[in-house]
């Protein structure tokens, strides 16, 4: 992996990406003492707090997943530039897709292959 997509990865997940901050949802599970919690049922307080981690990992997920993704792009982009004379289209051919096409094709579509198969090595 090159140092410039390392150091690309690195920009997103620390900098462009950082931590969603779900703390002020603790209130519904967190009190001071004497206090009453928000949510008073104890098997729904758990409920609520078993959902608020597990959103808190979702949202972990998700920003590693993009910079990961950034990573790999970039990655690749070093390794492939872009032969800008091959990318150019006569006049009159636009064939861009309207967002509406795209979303019904896109359940038609092949699905990914596995993250393993993108190893370059």
């Given amino acids: 992996m090159s140092q ?6 690195d920009d997103v997940y620390y900098h462009q990406l950082e931590a969603i901050k779900i703390s002020a ?11 009453k919690p928000l949510v008073a049922d104890r098997e729904d307080r758990e409920l609520y707090a078993d959902s608020l981690f597990d959103l808190h990992r979702l949202l972990e997920e998700i920003r ?3 910079a990961f993704a950034t990573m ?4 690749y982009r070093a390794r492939h530039p872009i032969d800008e004379h091959s ?12 967002i509406e096409l795209l979303a019904v094709l896109s359940t038609e579509g092949p699905l990914p292959p596995s993250p393993s198969h993108l190893n370059p090595g």
């Fill in 4 to 9: 410039h997509a390392t150091n690309t990865a």
């Fill in 25 to 35: 949802y603790g209130d519904g599970v967190l009190t001071e003492p004497g206090d």
């Fill in 64 to 66: 590693f997943e993009i």
């Fill in 72 to 75: 790999l792009t970039s990655d």
């Fill in 87 to 98: 990318m150019t289209v006569p006049k009159g051919m636009d064939m861009t897709l309207s």
